[in-house]
């Protein structure tokens, strides 16, 4: 569904990607996965368009991706859940939501699909988004990547700084989203993590892939992704 091949990318001359390869597919989880530094995040970044690539293509169902407009991507059914969250502080909890909404195509009904995945957030339709917990933050901010009924998810490190109750809920939420048909990528850096949930895994380091590991190819030698992401 969501393809990279041979992406390049830089911030001015400060090369970061030097050719990433990429497939994900419906009804998985594609981990993504290095040490800090190694390219993770603007690889995503790429795929929505914040970064422009030097060289290579990116492409949803075949459909070149590489250079759109990032407004365009997500109405194109790619919902990104960036590390640190990015609301929009001052709005209220369903104004971010709505604000998701209008980036995609669903119906105002969307809105209590949501709630019914994080009905915390039901709770607080009406309290701006700065206010709310780093957990009910994080919620929000899956959930308004969500209302615009994406294909592909994108995200980035959900569950970082999160206690374990809100760890195990976005987790949860994650696998309901697979089992419904979605391409998900996540960045995850924890291995106990990423061996619960993914059903393949690309190694980048230095911004160059490394190779793509099935989750028979975890069982097999548990220690490889362990001596990947040891520094």
């Known amino acids: 569904m969501l393809e990279l091949a041979g992406v390049h990318a830089a911030y001015g001359r400060v090369k970061v990607l030097a050719g990433v390869d990429l497939a994900a597919r419906a009804g998985e989880i594609h981990c993504l996965a290095g040490r800090n530094g190694a390219g993770k995040t603007t690889t995503l970044r790429a795929v929505m368009g914040l970064v422009v690539p030097g060289a290579g293509r990116i492409a ?16 194109r059914g790619i919902g990104y859940v960036p590390q640190g969250r990015r609301l929009f502080p001052d709005m209220t909890v369903a104004e971010n939501l709505e604000m998701g909404r209008r ?32 957990g009910e933050q994080q919620m ?8 615009l ?25 994650t696998l309901r ?55």
């Open 60 to 75: 949803l169902d075949g459909a070149d991706l590489t250079g759109v407009p990032a407004h365009r991507i997500a109405a």
């Open 103 to 134: 980036a995609g195509t669903a119906g105002p009904g969307i809105r209590d699909r949501m709630i019914g995945l994080f009905p915390r957030l039901g709770e607080r339709l009406d309290q701006r988004a700065h206010s709310l917990s780093g």
């Open 140 to 147: 929000l901010a899956v959930a308004r990547a969500l209302s």
């Open 149 to 173: 009924e994406p294909r592909v998810l994108l995200l980035d490190e959900p569950t970082e700084g999160l206690q374990p109750s809100m760890t195990a809920l976005i987790r949860d939420v």
């Open 177 to 231: 989203m697979r089992d419904a048909g979605l391409a998900v990528v996540l960045v995850e850096s924890r291995i106990d993590a990423i061996t619960a949930l993914a059903d393949r895994v690309t190694l980048i380091d230095t911004g160059r892939t490394r190779g793509t590991l099935t989750r028979a190819d975890l069982a097999a030698d548990p220690a490889r992704l362990r001596r990947h992401l040891g520094v």
